[in-house]
């Protein structure tokens, strides 16, 4: 019988724990068929930071380094540069991202290190227990702003591209969304325009992908991602925001049709 389909082999056998609904297995099923269908598993480093990402070491076929709360922009740099014909990709949430940090995210960016950030954007602390995240969109509830974000008090939700959009650093920057199957199919060629940009030595790239988080939300699967078209693309509007790939591509193109 002809074989049509089976599992990638970026991901290993064993049995994830993440909450029924939660797109982080979705995302994860995507970059590991990214990258072996790039053709780098065998070369692929991941740094997996706290949250809900934490074990994501225990799911990737490839070699994978635990690092402290924020930092893994920063292990991420000194593995690239020590071996910079690894393809070296961070795995993160909007708590460990966004929050603690920012800061590496963002000089990793402005020094143009030439690493690939794959960012979970659920709005939430998820494995902590759902408190407000510095994705948490205005009135929504967590547990730690019962009545809604107030703006008032806790300021505004960051959006991450639009904030390294002006970065010099930055080849590559796209939001997408895994609210529906057509969102999950743009995923899948964000993330692999991200792995050519590095693999080309452009600069750095991200990738932020809208994600559910069911369990804290109080929502049912579909209704969640409901909730996320609704409430979070409107927020965070997918899109490219940099790609200095493209042209890269194109001009390939040109020089071919003119040979």
Same mark, same amino acid.
């Given at each position: 019988?002809?074989?049509?389909?089976?599992?990638?082999k970026?991901?290993?056998?064993?049995?994830?724990?993440?909450?029924? $609904?939660?797109?982080?297995?979705?995302?994860?099923?995507? @970059?590991a068929?990214?990258?072996?269908?790039?053709?780098?598993?065998?070369?692929?480093? !991941?740094?997996?930071?706290?949250g809900?990402?934490?074990?994501?070491?225990?799911?990737?076929?490839?070699?994978?380094?635990?690092?402290?709360?924020?930092?893994?922009?920063?292990?991420?740099? #000194? /593995?690239?540069? /020590?071996?910079?014909?690894?393809? /070296?990709?961070?795995?993160?949430g909007?708590?460990?991202?966004?929050?603690? %940090?920012?800061? &590496?995210?963002?000089?990793?960016?402005?020094? !143009? &290190?030439?690493?690939?950030?794959?960012?979970?954007?659920?709005?939430?602390? %998820?494995?902590?227990?759902?408190?407000?995240? +510095?994705?948490?969109?205005?009135?929504?509830?967590?547990?730690?702003?019962?009545t $809604?974000?107030?703006?008032?008090?806790?300021?505004?939700?960051?959006?991450?591209c639009?904030?390294?959009?002006?970065?010099? !650093?930055v080849?590559?920057?796209?939001?997408?969304?895994?609210?529906?199957?057509? #969102?999950?199919?743009?995923?899948?060629?964000?993330?692999?325009?991200?792995i050519?940009?590095?693999?080309?030595?452009? %600069?750095?790239?991200?990738? &932020?992908?809208l994600?559910?988080?069911?369990?804290? @939300?109080?929502?049912?699967?579909?209704?969640?991602?409901? @909730?996320?078209? &609704?409430?979070?693309?409107?927020?965070?509007?997918?899109?490219v925001?940099?790609?200095?790939?493209? +042209?890269?591509?194109n001009?390939?193109?040109?020089?071919?049709?003119?040979?």
């Amino acid at each position: 019988m002809e074989k049509v389909f089976e599992k990638t082999k970026g991901l290993t056998k064993n049995r994830m724990f993440y909450c029924p $609904g939660c797109t982080h297995g979705v995302a994860h099923r995507l @970059w590991a068929e990214a990258v072996e269908e790039a053709g780098y598993r065998e070369r692929a480093v !991941g740094i997996c930071p706290v949250g809900c990402s934490v074990f994501a070491y225990y799911y990737f076929n490839n070699d994978c380094i635990g690092a402290a709360h924020g930092r893994a922009p920063a292990v991420a740099t #000194g /593995v690239k540069r /020590v071996s910079p014909e690894k393809l /070296v990709y961070t795995y993160q949430g909007d708590g460990d991202l966004a929050a603690i %940090g920012t800061a &590496e995210m963002i000089h990793a960016a402005t020094r !143009g &290190e030439n690493i690939t950030i794959v960012f979970i954007n659920n709005t939430i602390y %998820g494995m902590t227990g759902g408190q407000m995240a +510095p994705t948490t969109l205005p009135g929504e509830r967590t547990t730690t702003t019962q009545t $809604g974000r107030d703006t008032s008090k806790a300021g505004f939700p960051i959006r991450v591209c639009e904030l390294l959009q002006s970065v010099t !650093g930055v080849a590559y920057l796209e939001r997408t969304s895994l609210d529906s199957p057509k #969102g999950a199919i743009k995923t899948k060629a964000a993330f692999k325009k991200a792995i050519e940009t590095q693999m080309r030595g452009l %600069g750095f790239s991200l990738v &932020e992908v809208l994600s559910t988080c069911p369990t804290n @939300w109080g929502l049912a699967p579909a209704k969640a991602q409901q @909730w996320l078209r &609704e409430n979070m693309i409107p927020y965070f509007p997918p899109g490219v925001f940099v790609d200095k790939l493209t +042209p890269v591509l194109n001009a390939e193109k040109d020089a071919k049709k003119e040979k």
